[in-house]
C-alpha cells in the first residue's frame, strides 16, 4: 500500500489531536502504520517509507509545510 510513498511526521504540542486524527490522516496519505513517539529520539530508525510518525517535537532535518 504505502510501501512507495515517504513517510509523513505530524508534530505538534500534546493534546493537539494528533492522535484523535491519525487514522484518518494515514488513510489520506495511503500509508501503512502509525506510529507514535513522545519524541524523535525514541524512534530508533525512523520508517523512511509508508509510517506516518507523530510526535511532539520535529525531526531535525524534516521539511516543513
Known sequence: MGQDK????VY??????????????RKHFQ?????EADAP??????????ALVLT???PEGTRRA
Request: proline fraction near 6%; aromatic fraction near 2%; avoid cysteine.
Open 12 to 25: 505538534g504540542p500534546q493534546g493537539s489531536g494528533k492522535s484523535f486524527h491519525a487514522e484518518a490522516l
Open 6 to 9: 515517504k513517510s509523513v511526521v
Open 56 to 58: 511532539i517535537d520535529a
Open 41 to 50: 529520539h525514541q524512534v530508533r530508525k525512523m520508517p523512511a517509507t509508508g
Open 31 to 35: 500509508l501503512d502504520i502509525v506510529v
